[in-house]
């Protein structure tokens, strides 16, 4: 399935990840590409990360060079919840540049977690136009806004908050797993996938609610802060359950702002967080340039791709009356991906209907 990469790319190997050989290449890579600084924390993060999923290396002269890591999550589309390979992890060490390692690797992490019934894959892309080679398309933009927490406009109650730690993961990660779910959103299953990105959150620090059944944790938020005098800080997760929650913990954020002067964070789902802040205009000019500038972006940092066609279809269902077609479908992953019986893409000819009940 993986075997040796063509003679013209030197002596390299595809292989999966094997702890006791290739830890410490997988961890010089980390480090290459700025994802880790070799903390303790951050090592054992990066050991979460691997062990929550699949993880394929690329060896070349007798070391892994590049990896690949996926692990099985679910997407929600429309009602339906869709299996999901998500692509976690790729990097590539400074020897293995230039070689299609990453492109090799992620392609046939993609096989393998199709081969296990992923129907769509997603991951976080470095810049644009790199995982279109596989067949992956943008998704849509995500509205991240920096501002002073003071002029947070909340009326919500502030009560006196519970400490959340790094010994809270496994609690983290039920609350994350509850949330309510809307079209888009993405669960990860693996409880390690939550372990991992709290050990490798620099300046970390969480605040919550145990409001749940038998006082189980119910709403909170899990930050990183660059400098824990001032900030700015970073909301990673902002994990509630109704709106009433999530007032509260914006009121936790506006407390912050006796000492906090920046807070970053994405738009909530459903919330058009500027209509919260007091003279949002006014602050992106008063600080504007400064090291806590005001600023709401637009970015659309992720990709997705479908990995089953007809699985897709099968669960797309459209109002109004149905139309077919036929669909010739081709597939640039197939380049990256050996000869054999194995999954090769979803190129092909295609009856498609869409409508009420949709299929290929």
Known sequence: MYGRLPKEAGPMMLRPYEPERDRDAVHRIFYEVGWSDRSREQEEGVDHFLSAGSALVAELHGAAESVAIGAP???????????LCAVTNVATSHVGRRQGLALRLTAHLLQQ????????????????????????GTGPYDHWLS????ALKVDAPRRVPQRVTLDDWEAIHAARLTQPRRHGAI????????????????????LGYRDGHDGTLSHLIWCGARNMERGPVWVRWLVYHDREQLQELMALLKGLGDQIRLVTMME??????QDLIQWPFKQRQI??????????????????????????????????????????????????????????????????????????
């Open 268 to 273: 909530p789902p459903g919330v058009q967080l």
């Open 73 to 83: 999550a679910t997407y929600r589309y429309q009602n339906e919840d869709l299996p």
């Open 147 to 150: 501002f002073d927490p003071a």
């Open 187 to 206: 669960h990860l299953h693996p409880a390690a996938l939550t372990r991992a990105e709290m050990l490798c959150t620099r300046g970390a620090f969480g």
């Open 287 to 360: 600080t504007e340039k400064s090291p806590f500038e005001a600023t709401a972006r637009a970015t659309a940092w992720w990709q997705m791709r479908i990995l089953d066609l007809t699985g897709c279809l099968a669960r797309t269902y459209l109002p109004g009356p149905g139309v077919r077609f036929n669909l010739r479908l081709t597939d640039p992953i197939e380049r990256y991906l050996e000869p054999g019986p194995q999954w090769h893409g979803v190129a092909g000819d295609y009856v498609v209907t869409l409508g009420p009940f949709s299929s290929a």
């Open 113 to 136: 977690a199709a081969g296990e019934g992923a129907v769509v894959a997603a991951l976080g892309m470095f810049d644009q136009g790199f995982y279109d080679r596989l067949g992956f």
